[in-house]
């Protein structure tokens, strides 16, 4: 019976792990999205629309006065660089293509430089705001570009370029993953052998790799291969660890660069061995059990039984601890708290900064510890996996959702007031009592939301929405309270 049990333990973790696929995907897309779209795009057309709005830069550009434009900006980008290193260089150019002043090498001007950047011909021919990453002579840049305007007539476009070495660490520190810049067909023979002597990047014929990770060149070898479809499976061994490979992460590019392709692999190691323990927890239950038997004719049962109940103990020591390794919910795949309380932090520092609206929504199951004494607890996980699924399809890309402990979980709603966010949660009350959780049947959830205040920090918008949870399980459960 036991190896039975092991046996079924080990199906139910080789399923798990292959919906984990799907559901890593999806959440790395929504991670990346909320990354790029706000931490790094509307965050750096703010910094550059901040600058644009002092008079001096404006008519200094208007006058073609290069002196008294770096005197005006200069402050501005000591700040820039003294908040953020990385960022390498501010750019202004004029409408015929040419460079007027580089703020991070004042001393030259004047070429044509739009006639080798792609992004610079866009934003001159259609006067718009352009994000997107491009090549330049040193490697790969995050670029922001804003067009500037005087009087309704268009006078020239500033830029901002961020090292992709700043993206790859931001990504890397905050998601626990590795990842590849991948510059496909490069066929500029002196960019190749430049950005190799530097060691900035491997190059492997046309391709050009980089990696902030300290990997060994092997793994990066198995990055391309995958690429270019040579290996028909995402998921690759190396040095005793597995990774799964993700390939859908747009990198944004404008007509006419190469190809840049973001490749993050996630270590799913912690998942692997877990199945693998269960799978020789399975074989060791089966001989200690024939054991069992052979001693039992000769002795007794009892030192074979405390044989196996220090075996099984230590191996659920050793999956205990292979599930906290990692920064998300081992049962439902979703953001836990630790990390739940690292982006909420970042939200609400980045909703008070720009003045933009952030709201939270904090749920749990009614009566779930029922359900568990009702049914048992492998059913209890099962309905929070399929709540977590039924509600990952029914927020935006952009919210983030966690789980808070137990029954209870958490959304993150960026750029949503309370009266958007009351909506929300109402309909996921609703969609939640339309579904069948078998076989347990209908369930509800009762719901707090709120919005940030002025006058909060963390501790007080937490309490205020727990608050609200509580009165919601109060006044008859099964809706939302905003206050």
Partial sequence: MASGYSYYLYYVESKYLNSFQQRAKKQLSQQYHHYTQIMLDQRYHYELLALLNNPKVINSIQKRDRDALLSAIKPAWELLRSENSYISRVHFHLPDGTSFLRVHMPNKYGDHISSLRPMLREIHREQKPLTGVEIGQHGLFFRVIEPIQKDGQYIGAVELGLSMEYVLRMLEEMYQITSFLLIRDLNDKEKIKRWTESGSYQTFGNHAIRTVSTVEKQLQENVIQYVDSKHKSNIVKHNEKTYLLHSHLQIPTVKGSPEILLIVAQDISSQ????????????????????????????????????????????????????????????????????????????????????????????????????????????????????????????????????????????????????????????????????????????????????????????SILNRVDKNLYQAKSSGRNRAVVY
């Fill in 272 to 459: 692997i061995n877990k199945r693998e323990l269960l799978f020789w927890r399975a074989i060791i239950s089966t001989i200690v059990i024939i054991l069992i038997i052979y001693i039992t004719l000769q002795l007794t049962l009892t030192p074979l039984l405390k044989k196996l109940e220090q075996v099984n103990r230590k191996l659920q020591e050793k999956v205990a601890e292979i599930t906290e390794l990692s920064i998300t919910d081992s049962l439902t795949g979703i953001t836990n708290r630790k990390h739940f309380n690292n982006i909420f932090a970042q939200e609400l520092s980045r909703s008070k900064r720009y003045g933009t609206a952030l709201s939270l929504i904090i749920f749990d199951i009614d009566f779930f510890k029922k359900i568990n004494d009702t049914y048992g607890h492998p059913i209890g996980d099962l309905v929070l996996v399929k709540l977590t699924e039924v509600i990952n399809n029914h927020i935006r890309e952009t919210d983030v959702f966690s789980r808070w402990g137990g029954e209870e979980f958490m959304i993150i709603l960026p750029n949503q007031t309370q009266e958007q966010s009351e909506k929300t949660a109402k309909k996921l009350c609703a969609t939640i009592n339309s579904t069948e959780f078998n076989p347990v049947g209908k369930i509800s959830i009762s719901c707090g939301v709120t919005q940030l205040r002025e006058s909060d920090d963390m501790n």
